[in-house]
């Protein structure tokens, strides 16, 4: 069985993946492993920093070596490939892609065929609101504000595309929904119960992540 190393951001991201992808890669036998960001207390890093860990990942064999980590926390000082000339395009989508071939561009090409690059549109919470549903079945009258959740999934036409404004970011707007939120326990618990089928489904940059995974 091949192995599928996903370098996560954070705590959240790594809960995310063994709770919800792993059992999934494991039926198109790909074994998932999950390790957070070297160098990091739980956060995203420059460039160079994470090219160092990728390629450490992919000398170590036969593996397939990709990335979770929220487009919304990556700043210009950490010099992402391509990251300035891509502020230029105005279709996130479009956007994401070239960003996307330029971190491949970046890797060896004696490697860089088992390297998957991937930026989460904004964020990881971004996902949960796939299915809002699902926080009236979590959370009391008295710790959620569902109509906060509805505004959002109504003025936009994926969940991905969620701004990333500070204080209108996936992760802003949750805080002020629901009450209490917890980004690693809650999150990992509605992500679960929406299920990766519908994610999937309302998320094409995500569904294209795991069709590039699988197929890698």
């Known amino acids: 069985m091949r192995r599928l190393i996903i370098i996560c951001e954070g705590s959240t991201e790594q809960a995310f993946c063994k709770d919800l992808l792993?059992?999934?890669?494991?039926?198109?036998?790909?074994?998932?492993?999950?390790?957070?960001?070297?160098?990091?207390?739980?956060g995203i890093v420059a460039w160079d920093t994470l090219r160092k860990q990728i390629v450490r990942h992919l000398n170590e064999g036969d593996c397939v070596v990709s990335l979770l980590v929220d487009y919304y926390r990556i700043r210009d000082s950490y010099k992402f490939p391509g990251w300035m000339e891509s502020k230029s395009i105005s279709n996130i989508y479009k956007r994401m892609d070239f960003l996307f071939k330029q971190m491949s561009e970046n890797i060896d090409e004696d490697l860089r065929s088992r390297f998957v690059p991937y930026i989460q549109?904004?964020?990881?919470?971004?996902?949960?609101?796939?299915?809002?549903?699902?926080?009236?079945?979590?959370?009391?009258?008295?710790?959620?504000?569902?109509?906060?959740?509805?505004?959002?999934?109504?003025?936009?036409?994926?969940?991905?595309?969620?701004?990333?404004?500070?204080?209108?970011a996936p992760s802003e707007r949750l805080k002020k929904a629901v009450v209490g939120y917890d980004k690693v326990t809650d999150g990992d618990i509605l992500a679960m119960e929406?299920?990766?089928e519908i994610i999937r489904k309302k998320c094409s940059l995500f569904n294209n992540w795991i069709e590039r995974m699988e197929n890698c």
């Open 194 to 196: 929406i299920g990766l």
């Open 22 to 42: 792993r059992d999934y890669f494991l039926t198109k036998d790909l074994l998932l492993e999950a390790p957070t960001i070297k160098h990091s207390n739980g």
């Open 121 to 168: 549109l904004h964020e990881f919470e971004g996902l949960l609101f796939s299915d809002i549903s699902v926080f009236k079945r979590n959370f009391t009258k008295d710790q959620l504000d569902y109509r906060q959740l509805e505004d959002a999934v109504n003025e936009f036409a994926s969940p991905e595309e969620i701004n990333n404004g500070p204080a209108t």
